[in-house]
């Protein structure tokens, strides 16, 4: 794994991580102290994760009619994932966590993602618990988030339902108050859930002694009719074994029950399931509202009608972490085949005679066509990675900078997000592709890791909001925030670094190219919205997440690469040699596309929009 000196290179040189030291939050923190976490997840990763990635994606989970059957080395993986302090690094010493800035807890994380994304690293239990730190009760933190940190407990997010999927305004499950008394309860207001969750990731194991749901429900009215749209949604907590106010377990399961698991594509070492709420398989206490003992206990989160506010502090956190799987799962690949073509030979070069077919082969990287796709693996993945650790880095300043300089972070990382999530899972996937086309016949067997890194990925522009939702996200939301103030901000960090590399030879025909991306970017803005008609705005709105995340990756790469030759001008190192040739590519092959998909844009083209479905 060659992971760790891009890592270092992007967080200490080019986002100058250790300055952080000197806000107050982590002040006690350093450059060594930085590194020794980097060190311990990557030797766990190393040691727990990377050896069992085939393994876990073979014994996939399965329920012997009591309990969901996983490896033992997912078990220990978890452990030492949990032991590692990973769960709460970025929390306060005196629930036990690190303090990490967020940045480094994302970068040390990566390591997991890239040795085996199918195992897991409890992204969902520390988003879980983040969440009931930001929005629930002092006893609710106590109780249910501290538990999670410390890995007695695990947790997960329910949204989708089989009838609903994506379209949460059409969530079903209810919740019912639960006796007249229930708000007396110190682990908060109490109703009884009844409903079902689909693609519950972790949502039955035993790797741990409970699983503490998030359940996005409805709260009927006086009539006992549901609110229609997202107003009406609550969140609750649902454990699935019963606790008391000191976090033990009362010996009582909770009315949530396994309908049945999902058998995916990829990430087969993860338990998925349908989770049944209140259906009266484990009867849970006195009568309740929907008969003896039926009904799921939960617990209020927030208040009633602003569950899905709550829920997408979990959700912003989790598109960034997908984004990083993402982006790992790719960069696996990318190491998998570069590995590969330098040790396979084939063929032989071609001279200006054409080829010597009596001279001896060469490794195929010898070839100008795998070193295109080398190139665009590296190119889509290196960079997406900056990526992730710059809006890391925004979590960071929003959180301790203070001031305008918070506001601006927040604002940014508003826009950046749906980039974050869907730009990797587009084309750090592509990057997949590209590995299995690297080692031809053979990857697409099972002899070789690649086809299981791209079966893996291929999740990744599904959960956490389609390519769909995020690119109406985009444009139809963030674009327009604050009067574009976040766009403008975008554009004038952009521009700066323009700005800096216009003089540098190197990098000058990009800095114009970057340029002219930025501006067919605001005038596609524009036109799309000329008519102030979201259906024509919106027709397209893949296509202009696709021109605006490549505009976004041009301009990382530039960044980077400036970096690069600041620390290395005369290009002696090779890491710089790699930079500097992948921003090219990134450039010459990649940027020159957003014409075609900023066209469409502009235009307000109707011809999908319009399409009559008897013409399919």
Not at 45 to 62: G, I
Not at 470 to 481: E, H, I, N, P
Request: with cysteine.
């Amino acid at each position: 794994m060659n992971l760790r000196p891009t890592i270092d290179f992007l967080l200490n040189d080019w986002l100058n991580t250790e300055a952080l030291t000197q806000r107050a939050r982590f002040a006690d923190h350093s450059r060594d102290t930085f590194d020794a976490v980097l060190d311990t997840c990557e030797r766990i990763a190393r040691e727990k994760y990377a050896p069992f990635n085939r393994l876990v994606d073979v014994q996939e989970p399965h329920f012997d009619g009591e309990r969901v059957i996983l490896p033992q080395a997912t078990h220990d993986a978890n452990r030492a994932y949990a032991e590692s302090g990973m769960l709460s690094a970025a929390q306060d010493y005196d629930i036990g966590g690190m303090q990490l800035p967020y940045s480094v807890e994302a970068a040390s994380n990566a390591f997991f993602a890239c040795a085996s994304v199918s195992i897991g690293s409890g992204m969902l239990t520390t988003g879980n618990a983040n969440l009931l730190m930001t929005h629930g009760t002092a006893m609710q933190k106590d109780v249910f988030a501290k538990n999670e940190f410390a890995g007695r407990w695990s947790g997960t997010m329910c949204l989708s339902e089989p009838q609903a999927g994506s379209s949460l305004s059409d969530v079903a499950t209810r919740a019912v108050p639960d006796g007249t008394d229930f708000e007396s309860d110190p682990l908060g207001a109490r109703y009884r859930l009844k409903g079902n969750k689909m693609w519950i990731s972790s949502g039955e194991h035993e790797l741990n002694e409970n699983i503490i749901h998030l359940v996005l429900a409805k709260i009927p009215d006086a009539d006992g009719k549901l609110v229609p749209g997202t107003r009406g949604i609550s969140l609750f907590i649902v454990p699935k074994k019963m606790v008391d106010t000191q976090g033990e377990l009362t010996g009582v399961r909770n009315d949530v029950a396994l309908a049945g698991l999902n058998h995916k594509l990829g990430w087969r070492g993860t338990t998925n399931t349908l989770l049944n709420f209140g259906e009266g398989k484990f009867p849970v206490g006195q009568e309740g509202p929907f008969g003896k003992g039926a009904g799921a206990v939960g617990y209020l989160v927030g208040k009633p009608g602003k569950g899905l506010q709550c829920m997408f502090h979990m959700m912003n956190e989790a598109r960034i972490g997908v984004g990083i799987a993402a982006t790992m799962l790719g960069m696996a690949g990318y190491y998998a085949s570069l590995d590969y073509a330098r040790n396979r030979p084939q063929g032989r070069p071609m001279g200006a005679a054409g080829k010597d077919v009596a001279a001896p082969q060469v490794a195929i990287i010898e070839h100008s066509d795998v070193k295109r796709m080398l190139l665009a693996q590296k190119a889509y993945c290196e960079g997406a990675l900056a990526l992730e650790l710059y809006c890391a880095r925004l979590v960071d300043e929003h959180h301790t900078a203070g001031g305008l300089e918070a506001d601006d972070a927040r604002l940014l990382l508003e826009v950046l997000t749906p980039i974050a999530k869907s730009w990797p899972s587009e084309w750090c996937l592509e990057a997949n592709s590209l590995a299995i086309q690297i080692h031809g016949g053979y990857g697409y067997t099972r002899d070789f890791p690649v086809e299981q890194y791209w079966r893996d990925n291929r999740l990744n522009m599904i959960h956490e909001g389609t390519h769909g939702i995020q690119a109406t996200d985009l444009l139809g939301r963030k674009v327009l925030m604050e009067e574009g103030r976040g766009l403008t901000l975008l554009a004038a960090r952009i521009a700066a670094t323009i700005g800096k590399t216009t003089t540098v030879p190197a990098l000058a025909p990009h800095a114009a190219a970057l340029g002219k991306a930025l501006e067919q970017v605001s005038i596609a803005t524009q036109k799309a919205w000329a008519t102030g008609n979201p259906t024509e705005a919106l027709a397209n709105a893949v296509p202009y997440m696709q021109a605006f995340g490549h505009t976004v990756l041009a301009w990382i790469w530039l960044d980077v690469a400036a970096k690069a030759l600041e620390n290395d001008a005369a290009q002696a190192n090779v890491a710089t040699q790699g930079r500097i040739g992948a921003a090219q590519y990134f450039f010459h092959y990649e940027l020159p596309k957003i014409g075609a998909w900023l066209a469409v844009v502009a235009s307000r083209d109707t011809t999908c929009a319009n399409f009559p479905e008897t013409g399919f």
